[in-house]
C-alpha cells in the first residue's frame, strides 16, 4: 500500500473527493466511527442510522470493487487515524478536504494532506470571490451568477420562462382533500436490519441506505413529485409528512448522491416538457442557489459566527423541543412528533415553526442550534450554523438576511391544517385562547422595537404595532405564554 485515504461520512462517493483518483492494488481505505458521532450529543437514532448503515454500504461496495477497507471505530477521528497508522506506519494520508471547521483544523494538525472537495458545485476561491464583491450577501444575486455560470435554465443569457425567479408561485396552500402519492418505501437489508438492532430500533425503511437507494429517491421524486414541487412547496400539513419535498437532502449531504447528478436529472426532465417552470426553476434554486450559497457563507463568515447571539436571546431550550408532551400548541406538537419519527421536516416548519418560535420567545441561539443539529437526519455544521443562526434566528444582526423570519399565527394559519385541530385562536392576541405564536410575534415585535426601527423592509411590521389598541394586555399575555412554554405548559 502507497497511501492512505481517509473518508468521512459525509464523502461517500467513489467518483468523488479523495477516491476519484484511487486505486485499489495501492490505496487503503480508512472511515473512522467516532465516539463524539454516535454517542456524543444524543443524537437522534433515525440519524445515526442512516449515517451508519449508509457507511456501511458504502464500505461493502468499495470492497466489492477490490478496495482494502479498514473500519475503525475510536474516540475522535485522529485517534482512529493514529490507530491505522499503528498498522501501517509511514504511510500518507491523504482526505479531501473535510466539510467541518473542527475536523479540518483537527485532520491538518495530524498532517492529512488535502485534496480539494468536490462534493459541492461552487469551488471555495469563485465563491469568495463572489462575497467579496457583495455590499450584502444576497442569495437571489448569486443565484443568478449560478445560472449562468452553469448555464441552468438559461438560453442566449436570458431566463427561461421569462423571469429569474418564480417565488411568488411557489406559496399555495393545499386545496382541500388534496392527496399525495403513495411514499416511498426502502426494504431493509441485511446491514440495516443489523446497524437498526445495535441502535435498538426498527430499521427506517422511509431512508434509502446504499447509492441505488437514494437513485431510486431521486427517480421517484422526478416522475412523481417534480411538476407539484413548486406551488406547494411552502405548505405545511398534518395529512401527509412529505408532501412533494424531494427528500434528497440526506444523500446529497452523505455523498451518496452528488448535485450535479441531481441537477442534471432535474433539467433532463423538465426539458420533456410537462414540468412547469416554476417548479424547475424553483427546485433548481435550491440545489445551485441555497445549498452552495449556505455553504459558501459557512466557510466565508469564519468559525466564530455560530456564536453570534446579537438579540441577546437568553432563554433556555423550552421543554417542547425535547419533549411534545411538553405542549398544546398542535403545529410544534406535530412537527417535533414528526422530527422524533423521521429526523427530517421540511424547510417552512424548521423556518416558521421552529426557528420562528426560538425566534419570537428569545431562545438562546447556541442552545437552538445545538438541539435542530442532534435531531436532524441531513444536518453537519456547514448547512447547520447558517441556517439557524442567520436564517432562523437572526443571531447575525441581518449579516444573511435582511429581515427576520417572525410570523404569528395567521401565517401558519393560512400555510396549514394545524390550527383546525388546536385549542388555540391563530386570530387571538390576548386571552387564555390566544394562539402562542400571534401573542409573542406582537410581543418581538414591540420587544425589539428599537432594534427594527431602521430596518426598511421591518417599516410594515412595525406600524402594525401602531394600530393595536391592546398592546399592554398583548404584553401581559406574553409574560404568561413564555413562563407556561418554559414550564411546558402552553
Ligand atoms: C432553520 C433551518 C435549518 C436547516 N437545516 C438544514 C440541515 O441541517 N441540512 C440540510 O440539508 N438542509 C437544512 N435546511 C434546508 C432545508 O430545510 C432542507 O434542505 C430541506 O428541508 C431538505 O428536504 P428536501 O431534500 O426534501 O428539500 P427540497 O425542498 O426538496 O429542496 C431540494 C434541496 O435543496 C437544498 N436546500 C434547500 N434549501 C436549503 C438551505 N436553506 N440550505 C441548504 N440546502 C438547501 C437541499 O439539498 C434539498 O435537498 C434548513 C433550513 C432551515 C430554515
Ligand atoms: S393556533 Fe397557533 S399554536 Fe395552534 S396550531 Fe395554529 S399556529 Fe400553532
Given amino acids: 500500500m502507497k497511501r492512505i485515504i481517509y473518508v468521512s461520512h459525509d464523502q461517500l462517493n467513489a467518483k468523488y473527493g479523495a477516491l476519484k483518483d484511487a486505486n485499489p492494488k495501492e490505496d487503503l481505505i480508512v472511515l473512522v466511527e467516532s465516539a463524539r458521532m454516535v454517542t456524543g450529543d444524543h443524537w437522534n437514532k433515525v440519524r445515526l442510522y442512516f449515517l451508519l448503515s449508509s457507511a456501511a454500504h458504502f464500505v461493502k461496495s468499495l470492497q466489492a470493487d477490490g478496495y482494502t477497507v479498514i473500519y475503525q471505530k475510536s474516540a475522535t477521528t485522529v485517534d482512529g487515524l493514529k490507530e491505522v497508522l499503528k498498522k501501517y506506519p509511514k504511510l500518507p494520508i491523504i482526505s479531501a478536504t473535510p466539510s467541518s471547521f473542527r475536523l479540518k483544523k483537527s485532520l491538518a494538525e495530524f498532517g492529512v494532506k ?9 469551488p471555495p476561491d469563485l465563491f469568495a470571490q463572489w462575497a467579496s464583491s457583495q455590499k450584502s450577501y444576497l442569495m437571489e444575486s448569486f443565484y443568478r451568477n449560478q445560472r449562468i455560470r452553469l ?3 438559461v438560453e442566449k443569457g436570458k431566463p427561461v420562462g421569462g423571469a429569474w425567479n418564480f417565488d411568488k408561485e411557489n406559496r399555495s396552500s393545499l386545496p382541500k382533500g388534496y392527496k399525495f402519492p403513495p411514499y416511498l418505501e426502502h426494504k431493509a437489508d441485511e446491514i440495516d436490519k443489523r446497524i437498526a438492532t445495535e441502535l435498538g430500533i426498527k430499521p427506517a425503511t422511509i431512508w434509502a441506505t446504499s447509492t441505488a437507494g437514494a437513485r431510486k429517491v431521486l427517480k421517484n421524486f422526478l416522475d412523481k413529485h417534480f411538476a407539484l414541487f413548486g406551488p406547494y412547496e411552502d ?4 395529512d401527509n409528512w412529505a408532501l412533494h419535498h424531494s427528500l434528497l437532502s440526506p444523500y446529497i449531504n452523505n455523498g451518496l448522491l452528488h448535485p450535479s447528478e441531481v441537477v442534471d436529472a432535474a433539467v433532463k426532465r423538465f426539458e420533456k416538457g410537462d414540468i412547469p417552470i416554476a417548479s424547475a426553476e ?20 469564519g468559525e466564530d ?20 408532551d411538553k405542549t398544546k400548541m398542535n403545529c410544534i406538537k406535530q412537527t417535533v412528533t414528526d422530527i422524533n419519527e423521521r429526523a427530517w421536516v421540511h424547510h417552512i416548519p424548521r423556518l416558521m415553526l421552529l426557528s420562528n418560535l426560538a425566534l419570537i420567545t428569545g431562545t438562546n441561539p447556541q442552545q437552538f442550534l445545538q438541539w435542530m443539529r442532534r435531531v436532524f437526519l ?6 447547520m450554523v447558517p441556517n439557524v443562526i442567520g436564517m432562523g434566528v437572526h443571531a447575525d444582526n441581518g449579516v444573511m438576511m435582511t429581515k427576520p423570519y417572525a410570523a404569528g399565527g395567521a401565517y401558519i394559519s393560512k400555510m396549514s391544517n394545524y390550527c383546525k385541530g388546536c385549542i388555540y385562536d391563530p386570530k387571538l392576541r390576548t386571552g387564555e385562547n390566544a394562539c402562542p405564536f400571534t401573542t409573542l410575534y406582537w410581543d418581538f415585535l414591540d420587544r425589539n422595537h428599537e432594534e ?5 423592509r421591518m417599516a410594515q411590521q412595525l406600524f402594525g404595532i401602531k394600530r393595536l389598541k391592546d398592546m399592554p394586555e398583548v ?16
Fill in 452 to 456: 427594527f426601527v431602521g430596518n426598511h
Fill in 151 to 153: 448555464n441552468l435554465l
Fill in 305 to 324: 459566527y455560530k456564536e453570534l447571539n446579537h438579540l441577546k436571546a437568553k432563554r433556555e431550550l423550552l421543554p417542547l423541543f425535547t419533549d411534545p
Fill in 235 to 238: 405548505a405545511m400539513t398534518s
Fill in 378 to 383: 441531513d444536518a453537519s455544521d456547514w448547512v
Fill in 114 to 122: 488535502f485534496i480539494e472537495n468536490d462534493f459541492f458545485l461552487t
Fill in 282 to 301: 424553483g427546485f433548481i434554486r435550491q440545489i445551485i442557489g441555497w445549498r452552495e450559497y449556505v455553504n459558501g457563507m459557512y466557510w466565508h463568515l
Fill in 475 to 490: 404584553r401581559k399575555r406574553a409574560q404568561a405564554v413564555l413562563a407556561g412554554l418554559d414550564k411546558g405548559l402552553i
